[in-house]
């Protein structure tokens, strides 16, 4: 998990962008096959993620290799992209 600040200055960087405020923010937590793994508390506060308030975010803990929830996922950005089209 010692990658985590370096997700955490990229992510804040992307999100300085004009362009992308209130594009919704999909967090992949992968791997939760694996132990250690971080949790969702854990990567909400790692990532700051409870000061974003301007674009809309949801964390989805995945295993890739076990095929779980994958398609939630999936589901999760048809529906993302479904309404950006209505805009």
Do not use: F
């Not at 960087?13 to 004009?18: F, G, I, N, Q």
């Not at 939760?32 to 974003?52: F, G, M, S, V």
């Amino acid at each position: 998990m010692e990658i985590l600040p370096d997700v955490k200055i990229e992510l804040h960087r992307l999100l300085e962008d004009r362009e992308l405020t209130s594009t919704p923010l999909l967090v992949v937590a992968n791997k939760i096959d694996l132990e250690p793994h971080a949790t969702e508390p854990q990567l909400i506060k790692e990532l700051n993620l409870d000061y974003i308030v301007d674009n809309p975010w949801i964390i989805i803990p995945c295993s890739a290799l076990r095929n779980t929830n994958i398609d939630e996922v999936v589901q999760w950005l048809v529906r993302q992209a479904d309404n950006s089209g209505k805009s």
